[in-house]
């Protein structure tokens, strides 16, 4: 069974960079391809990109500039940078698995609630 | 790119059917056969229940169906039980390694 875990700290101050860790377990498929997607209080869903085990990535195209994704050497953590953060961008971030084939998101963490906040 | 456009709110009595639209556009609901549901009940996961419009994955139970026509997809709950009560989301591949959500239907089950 699949587990997603997304780990970091809860409160960022506006103007800093937001860091995020995914820690994947039991994924013995090796799947390839991991999304970070976010949900501000009471709205819906944002995907915010993709990172595949080669470390390559696409991004949400109105966030160019401020994120970025990145896969560790072990291929079961991957992380999440987004810089210059405001009040906007508090949320509960999710890590999923996907998408690939079917282009949908199959696997995702319980999320992790980050608040921009001085 | 812009979201997709849903309905804040449906609702249906147990056992009814409900339907909830998703609509798009041609370079993304229309253009592709990648769209995906996610239910999510408040403060959990969002849960795959529908991808590539109408295939459900293991363990999703057949009242849950979808559709698309043109620029809309649509997903139909039928036999509505209590705990079909969540936010429901739509996804759609937009092309060029890129994918957008709904802005969710809140289900209410009477």
């Known amino acids: 069974q699949v587990q997603v875990q997304e780990s970091g700290p809860g409160v960022v101050k506006p103007s800093e960079t937001l860091s995020l860790t995914c820690t994947v377990s039991?994924?013995?498929?090796?799947?390839?391809?991991w999304s970070w997607v976010r949900q501000p209080a009471g709205k819906g869903l944002e995907w915010l990109g993709r990172v595949y085990l080669s470390g390559s990535t696409n991004y949400n195209p109105s966030l160019w500039g401020r994120v970025s994704m990145s896969v560790d050497t072990s291929k079961t953590q991957f992380s999440l940078r987004l810089t210059s953060v405001t009040a906007a961008d508090s949320a509960v971030y999710y890590c999923?698995?996907?998408?690939?084939?079917?282009?949908?998101?199959?696997?995702w963490g319980q999320g992790t609630l980050v608040t921009v906040s001085s | 790119q812009s979201a997709l456009t849903q309905p804040p709110s449906a609702s249906g009595s147990p056992g009814q059917s409900v339907t909830i639209s998703c609509t798009g556009t041609?370079?993304?609901?229309?253009?592709?056969?990648?769209v995906s549901w996610y239910q999510q009940h408040p403060g959990r996961a969002p849960k795959r229940m529908i991808f590539e419009v109408s295939m459900r994955p293991s363990g999703v139970p057949d009242r849950f169906s979808g559709s698309k026509s043109g620029n809309t997809a649509s997903l139909t709950v039928s036999g509505l039980q209590a705990d079909d009560e969540a936010d429901y989301y739509c996804s759609s591949y937009a092309g060029s390694n890129n994918w957008v959500f709904g802005g969710g239907t809140r289900l209410t089950v009477l």
């Open positions: 999923a698995r996907g998408p690939f084939g079917d282009h949908s998101f199959d696997y």
């Open positions: 039991g994924d013995s498929s090796r799947y390839q391809y």
């Open positions: 041609s370079s993304d609901v229309g253009a592709y056969n990648y």
